[in-house]
């Protein structure tokens, strides 16, 4: 019964969150921020524990791997111009998930991490299902991975979009290849707000961005330690 509320009960308070940010769209009060925040308040001041709340919850995490494929559809609306880019899409995202795989190691290395976390760490920037496959590849816990992968897309969230107003990056292959890679679906689901096509850019930076992770960061794992 707790299992089926939770369930109710973050649908209600992602849709609320939705309405709320058509009407102000601003970046902080984004669905993907106020939807866990809320939910941590409520179970804080219920005392419903996380195991009681995943009971029924867990069936939306399981969601985010046919969530994942569907990012694929919009790929063949534009395929003449992911085709027309093809290289410029690989050479980025591979040197992005190669950076993130190596930043991860470095930043886990100085703040004197043990094995167990920094194996964790390492699949941070790419979405969710996958991350936790390579964490448990390599060591890690994929419960933790899971952690760091939601702490990276809401930093993404919150940064890439000052980043594009910084630099004022206008490109939308740019744009797609920036927040896909750097924050997977989180960053995904912020490209489409862009532009249809900065959104499937984004999607295909984030498939690529877990295959060549999923590739490199054994190899890099072993290599650097």
Same mark, same amino acid.
Request: proline share 5%; with cysteine; glycine share 6%.
């Given at each position: 019964?707790?299992?089926?509320?939770?369930?109710?009960?973050?649908?209600?308070?992602?849709?609320?969150?939705?309405?709320?940010?058509?009407?102000?769209?601003?970046?902080?009060?984004?669905?993907?921020?106020? *939807?866990?925040?809320?939910?941590?308040?409520?179970?804080?001041?219920?005392?419903?524990?996380?195991?009681?709340?995943?009971?029924?919850?867990?069936? @939306?995490?399981?969601?985010?791997? =046919?969530?994942?494929?569907?990012?694929?559809? =919009?790929?063949?609306?534009?395929? =003449?111009?992911?085709?027309?880019?093809?290289?410029?899409?690989?050479?980025?995202?591979?040197?992005?998930?190669?950076?993130?795989? @190596?930043?991860?190691?470095?930043?886990?290395?100085?703040?004197?991490?043990?094995?167990?976390?920094?194996?964790?760490?390492?699949?941070?920037?790419?979405?969710?299902?996958?991350?936790?496959?390579?964490?448990?590849?390599?060591?890690?816990? =994929?419960?933790?991975?899971?952690?760091?992968?939601? @702490? *990276?897309?809401?930093?993404?969230?919150?940064?890439?979009?000052?980043?594009?107003?910084?630099?004022?990056? !206008?490109? !939308?292959?740019?744009?797609?290849?920036?927040?896909?890679?750097?924050?997977?679906?989180?960053?995904?689901?912020?490209?489409? !707000?862009?532009?249809?096509? *900065?959104?499937?850019?984004?999607?295909?930076?984030?498939?690529?961005?877990?295959?060549?992770? @999923?590739?490199?960061?054994?190899?890099?794992?072993?290599?650097?330690?």
């Amino acid at each position: 019964m707790i299992g089926l509320l939770c369930i109710v009960l973050t649908l209600a308070i992602y849709w609320m969150a939705k309405r709320m940010y058509r009407t102000l769209p601003k970046v902080y009060l984004s669905p993907l921020l106020i *939807t866990p925040v809320v939910i941590i308040l409520i179970l804080t001041l219920t005392g419903v524990n996380y195991r009681s709340y995943n009971s029924g919850a867990h069936l @939306l995490s399981m969601l985010l791997q =046919p969530a994942t494929i569907a990012f694929a559809v =919009p790929l063949y609306r534009y395929f =003449p111009v992911l085709k027309k880019h093809a290289t410029q899409i690989v050479l980025s995202v591979l040197s992005g998930s190669v950076v993130a795989v @190596l930043s991860s190691m470095a930043l886990a290395k100085w703040m004197h991490l043990n094995s167990s976390l920094l194996s964790s760490l390492i699949p941070r920037s790419i979405t969710t299902p996958i991350a936790m496959n390579v964490s448990q590849t390599i060591g890690g816990n =994929p419960t933790v991975t899971a952690v760091f992968v939601i @702490l *990276t897309g809401l930093s993404g969230l919150i940064i890439g979009p000052v980043i594009v107003k910084l630099f004022r990056i !206008e490109n !939308e292959v740019s744009r797609g290849v920036l927040l896909g890679t750097g924050a997977h679906g989180t960053g995904t689901s912020k490209a489409f !707000e862009f532009s249809l096509l *900065t959104g499937t850019i984004s999607s295909i930076s984030m498939v690529l961005a877990a295959l060549f992770t @999923l590739a490199a960061a054994p190899f890099l794992f072993h290599l650097m330690l």
